[in-house]
Every structure is written in C-alpha cells, then in structure tokens.
C-alpha cells in the first residue's frame, strides 16, 4: 500500500491502473462570516470546492464527496442550508454526495454556530496524472480568476474590519449596491470542469490552487527544485476588495500576497506552444507569467 | 457516476471491478473525556476506528485515511498526542494516513478544546462485497466483545456521573485498579484484520458495527426485510461498567441497549454451517443469537 510521492495538494494512491487522490479541508474563519451575516446557503460550496480545487491539481476527476458537520445543538434550518450549498458544490464538481455525519457535540460550539470538514476523492489514470515533472524554463503561467477571497485570510480581513470599524451590512466603498458581507461571502469558484476539460483536450503540466500562502507559497508546491515563477505584476485585475483591505488595513503588499489570492484562484503550467489551444476553450485564462531558472516567486 | 444502493454503514461507488467504499465520523463527546483527563494519545485510535469498523461492514479492505483536526489555537503537544493515536489506528487497520487538515479557528474551541473528524476510503471486489442479501431465518449471528463504551454513549455517561458525583479519578467501583476514567477512556477495538481474515477464508453474510443506537439500530441495516434477529441475553459478559451505569443512573434496559453497545462491539452473520470455521480463526468470536422470520431486534 505505498503512498505514491507526487502531488504537492492531494494525497495519491495507486489503484489499478488508476491512482485515487484525496483532499480534506474545512472553511476555516469564513464561517464566522456566516454566522454574523446569518447566511448559510454557500458555504457547503466553499466546502467542496476547497477539497475538489485540490485534487484537480493532480488531473483526477472527483468521484465522491462526504461531510462532516459539527454542531453543539443541531438547528435543522441552519443545517438544511448548509448541506444545500454542499450539494450545490457537488453538482459543479460532478461528484457524488456520498455520505456524511452529522454530530451533535453539547458544550463544543457557541449557539449557533457549528464547524465542517470536507473530503473528496477522486481519479486519474497513472498516465495521465499531473505531477510537474515535465515543467521547465520558458513554460508560461495562465490563471483564472478567483470570485474574492475564497476562503482564506478571513482573520486578516475581520481584523480589518474591526479595526476599520467597518460594518458588514455597509455598503461596499467600491460597489454601492452591495455590502461587504455579500462580497466577502461570495463562494470559492469551483475550476473542476474547466481544469478537467483543459487537461484531456491540451495537457497541463501544472495546477496550483491559491489556497493560504497565495501565490508565493502554492506555486513552490508543484514547480521542480530549481525552477521559478515569475508573476508579472499587473497583467490581471486585483479585484477592488483587496484593494481596499490593503489600504484600510495597511497591509504590506507581501503580506497581501502571502495571505490572499489577489485575484488569481488558479494557475495552470503549460508548454508555450499550447497557449492558443487552452485561451481558446477557456478564453477567460490569462496570461500571468512564466516559469524561469531560480526559485521561488518573484513579482516582476 | 451512479452510487451503488447498497450497504448499511459506508457509502459505495462502483470503480472497476471493485467498489470504494468511504465512511466518515468523529469522536463526538468522548473528546470532552480527553480533555478533562487530558490524555489525548488514544482519541485517535477510536477516530480510526468509527471509520474503518463502518467500511469493512461491506467487505472493504481500508485503503487510506485523512483526518480533520479543528482548535482554536493550536496546541503542538496535544496536537502530536493526537496524531500518534490517529497513526496507532491506521497501523491496527493496515491503510495509510494520506492527509489530514489542521483548523486553526480563533473563537470557535475552547481554550484547550479540539474536535476531529475523520475519513476513511476502501476498496472491495464487486464479488465480494458483503450486502446482507444472502441472510436468512436459520442464519447464526455471532459477536465480538467491545472493549467498553468505545466512543458511543458518552453525552449519558457523562450525566450518570454527574448526577452520581462521580470523580473520573475515583477508582471504578469493579475494578479498585483504575480509574473511572481510565476506564472510560480505552479505545475503541479495531476489527479490520479479523472481519477481512474470516470473510477472505470463511465467507460472512453480513456486518454490522455497533455504534449509537446500539444491536436494535444498528442491526436492521443489514438484515433484509421480513428477518430480524433474536440475541440471547446471556450469551455474552456484559462489562461491569455498563451494569454500572445502568444502576447509577436507573436507566431503563432499553435505554442502556438503545445507547451502548453492552459489550458487543461487531456481529457478524454466518451460515450455520461456517460456525466452526470462523471459531477455530476467531475462538473470541461468540454465538449471540441467530436470524429469524420477522423484524427488529429481539433479546429473549
């Protein structure tokens, strides 16, 4: 039963001819968020997505999906909303709802409030698993936009808020027709078919989901010893939110850049002559940077 | 990618000429036990545990597992003692520990506190598969001694002791020595090796894990309609800590069989004939009762 040693987010294993590829995480602080805003009905989407955005990294395509939801007294209202945007997920995702426990914990939760923990399982035939070692210098580096935060930094940006004063029912300084909660809220973007899609009709040689770390931290996950990546700064569009938390929060930009997504919620690597073929099925992937010798990510 | 409706415990997806079977639990109120004793090296076992005693119901051998661990702020020795119990059990299960997810989640646990959730995934031909359907009137069922109150039960355990006042460190009044806690606390049994060892070389019609619910809510999930199944009271030791419990607290019988597994912690059904077969593999596995016309369970 060895654990295969590829893969920098999803656990593998060798089955068959196939290798299954596993994924866990939860929402972290963004629940507090929904909490405080009392909507519940997307952050079962955050759930599955973090979990499928990281086996996708590897080519495997998500069979199943099972939930964990932890609560001191079980509201069935609440619940209810919550596993709607878990199968919500699952539909994006095209995987399975496969079960899930639910555990009613007395003392362990504030009223109200509950935590989850998200699991998904996927496959991809050995031949056809993303594993980074084709990538070298001269490869360039598409993204895709994220939706805002996801679900990472939510700590920094409550700080922010706090600090700041800022209500989550005010209206956001950028877009008067909305509040921040609603723009913090907004669900991570499930990149399941588009990646799925990119990777049998062009081949990627690399996928990075911007999770905690942003883009210095995830892209060293997948880029050989060696090698770097360097981000061309301005060639995408920071959404207005970071914008603001950076200049109300003060934040240094490395600290932005290590903490949140920027914008980018998914890098893919591919061979230069492979660019056309993918902004063709996927005319939203843009042109973020390039692989060169060095290490690390280096904002140019 | 349909979900095969089958099995009552773990969730199958069809994959090749094989089904994975994935389950997922927690170890709900028993952590509270952990913290107040803090020990925190075997809660990790019992995690494995709940997960992996549901997925070889179905005949699966565990593949892999990944474990979810929330706290507030983390705790790095608390946090290794928990692991090695997690690592413990995958040992005792013979699959890996592939992943797991640490929550830091400021605001949400008690100083202190920390919940986990666990996931386990494994595989089992389609011929293979244990689906109950074979079972009939005539059938024996046999059962495998728990090694106490495993990791069901501990919300009413925790009141007989509160209304008792009852020390965790007072010695159990059955045993002078240890204590009520220690008791309390031992792991759930790992049945992964001899549940896959008698199906490999005797063949078993059905598994069933006792969890909440106990024999009466757990046993229907695998007997087919118009059978149920008479358990001779008697036929095993119930532990002095359950006699206890019941006493304390004046629970009722049915209450005390409808939360705690009395001392049986696995059944397994078999055809008459293999009775010998499976006791000469298994001499602690002991006749409990056996198959008939009807529903539900039945002690007589």
């Given at each position: 039963n060895p654990k295969a040693n590829?893969?920098?987010?999803g656990g593998l294993v060798p089955f068959g001819d196939s290798y299954l590829v596993a994924g866990t995480d939860g929402v972290g602080t963004k629940l507090k968020l929904a909490f405080d805003l009392d909507k519940h009905d997307t952050v079962g989407i955050d759930l599955v997505a973090m979990s499928v955005n990281d086996i996708i990294t590897l080519g495997a395509k998500p069979l199943f999906f099972l939930d964990y939801y932890a609560t001191g007294h079980l509201d069935v209202d609440t619940a209810e909303k919550v596993i709607k945007g878990i199968v919500d997920g699952c539909n994006d995702s095209d995987c399975i709802l496969l079960g899930g426990e639910t555990a009613e914990m007395p003392?362990?939760?504030?009223?109200?409030e509950y935590d989850l923990a998200g699991f998904a399982v996927g496959a991809v035939k050995k031949d056809k698993v993303?594993?980074?070692?084709?990538?070298?210098?001269?490869d360039v580096v598409l993204g895709l936009a994220s939706?805002?935060?996801?679900?990472?930094g939510f700590s920094l940006v409550r700080k922010v808020l706090e600090v700041s004063n800022t209500?989550?029912?005010?209206?956001?300084?950028?877009?008067?027709?909305?509040s921040m909660g609603e723009a913090l809220i907004t669900p991570t973007v499930i990149y399941v078919r588009k990646v799925l899609e990119l990777h049998e009709k062009v081949g990627l040689k690399g996928v990075v989901?911007?999770?905690?770390?942003?883009m210095p931290e995830n892209i060293p996950r997948v880029i050989p010893k060696g090698l770097g990546v360097n981000v061309k700064d301005g060639s995408w569009k920071v959404p207005e939110l970071f914008k603001w938390v950076q200049a109300t929060g003060k934040v240094p930009i490395d600290d932005m850049r290590r903490t949140f997504n920027m914008g980018v919620g998914l890098i893919m690597v591919v061979d230069p002559s492979k660019v056309a073929e993918v902004q063709k099925i996927?005319?939203?992937?843009?042109?973020l940077g390039e692989v060169v010798p060095g290490n690390g990510v280096k904002f140019v």
């Open positions: 590829i893969g920098g987010f003392g362990f939760y504030q009223k109200g993303i594993d980074g070692k084709s990538i070298k210098a001269g939706s805002g935060v996801h679900s990472n209500s989550l029912h005010a209206p956001c300084p950028w877009d008067k027709t909305k989901h911007i999770t905690g770390g942003g996927a005319p939203d992937a843009f042109l």
